[in-house]
């Protein structure tokens, strides 16, 4: 194992030296989580000293602890005894963890992460969809109808267009009952939410084509087609991605 130095958290996307009011134990945190995840710290190195990160940060030996728990507890580093705090392979973190996934995406250059994401939302969802097309009343069916129709209604709103997305999947995934599923498909999207680039630039067809493939899972459900409707939305998830993907090297 090799020690770091704190000159590896020199990093300019890194808020070292903050101001009194910043000083507290998230924005530590969120530096530290945020040089493991860019690979500033590999796994299998150790932290600095406790003394020199908390001359670093300018903070407490206290909010280094509590720091420190916090990266335990998201899967980040561990304590190895008679050496320090090591950082973990990348197999241990916990990437559904709010802050681990939201520097995953903030540091997301190529645009990797964002593209799992995609994949990861449209298997998890396709599987709802099956269940919903499975097994549904006619309030359920009712629902959904109601929910498309506001898409149609607000298309040349694009604010209210994709509120009303969100919402049709939503429902969707409420109804499908499975619910972790839904939670880490909830989790996925709404970290990916706080990001510009996961809207990218859909065109001026997207709307029109999210309409008609949001009904082609409205149908298939309907029908009771349950591998209709899995296929329909995954292909939808699939493809509106990649109608809003900007290429990595316009993405910012």
């Given at each position: 194992?090799?020690?770091?130095?704190?000159?590896a958290?020199?990093d300019?996307?890194l808020?070292?030296?903050r101001?009194?009011?910043e000083?507290?134990?998230?924005?530590?945190?969120?530096d530290?989580?945020?040089?493991?995840?860019?690979?500033?710290?590999q796994p299998?190195?150790?932290?600095?000293?406790?003394?020199?990160?908390?001359?670093?940060?300018?903070?407490?030996r206290?909010?280094?602890?509590?720091?420190?728990?916090?990266?335990?507890?998201?899967?980040?580093?561990?304590?190895?005894?008679?050496?320090g705090?090591?950082v973990?392979d990348p197999?241990?973190?916990?990437?559904?963890?709010?802050?681990v996934?939201?520097?995953?995406?903030?540091?997301?250059?190529e645009?990797?992460?964002?593209d799992?994401?995609?994949?990861?939302?449209?298997?998890l969802?396709?599987?709802?969809?099956?269940?919903v097309?499975?097994?549904?009343?006619?309030?359920?069916?009712?629902?959904l109808v109601?929910?498309h129709?506001?898409?149609?209604?607000?298309?040349?709103q694009p604010?209210?267009?994709?509120?009303?997305?969100?919402?049709?999947?939503?429902?969707?995934?409420?109804?499908s009952?499975n619910?972790?599923?839904r939670?880490i498909a909830?989790t996925?999207?709404?970290?990916?939410?706080?990001y510009?680039?996961?809207?990218?630039?859909?065109g001026?067809?997207?709307?029109?084509?999210t309409?008609?493939?949001h009904r082609?899972v409205?149908?298939?459900?309907a029908?009771g087609?349950?591998?209709?409707?899995?296929?329909?939305m995954?292909?939808?998830?699939?493809?509106?991605?990649?109608?809003?993907?900007i290429p990595?090297?316009?993405?910012?």
């Open positions: 194992m090799t020690s770091l130095n704190t000159s958290l020199a300019p996307r808020g070292a030296r101001g009194p009011a000083r507290l134990g998230v924005g530590v945190v969120h530290l989580v945020t040089a493991i995840v860019t690979g500033s710290v299998g190195e150790l932290l600095p000293k406790e003394s020199e990160l908390c001359d670093h940060f300018g903070v407490s206290t909010v280094i602890r509590e720091s420190m728990k916090r990266l335990e507890e998201k899967g980040l580093v561990q304590v190895v005894q008679g050496r705090t090591e973990t197999s241990e973190w916990n990437v559904l963890d709010r802050v996934l939201s520097s995953m995406i903030e540091n997301d250059d645009l990797g992460i964002l799992e994401l995609a994949v990861v939302r449209a298997q969802e396709s599987v709802m969809a099956a269940g097309a499975r097994e549904h009343d006619d309030d359920d069916l009712a629902a109601e929910a129709d506001a898409l149609v209604a607000v298309r040349d604010e209210a267009f994709a509120a009303a997305d969100v919402e049709f999947h939503a429902r969707l995934m409420a109804i009952g619910q972790l599923a939670g909830r996925l999207t709404q970290r990916a939410r706080d510009s680039r996961f809207y990218g630039a859909p001026p067809e997207a709307h029109t084509l309409i008609d493939e082609g409205l149908d298939a459900i029908a087609d349950a591998e209709t409707a899995s296929r329909e995954s292909e939808h998830i699939t493809r509106a991605w990649e109608r809003r993907r990595a090297r316009a993405a910012d």
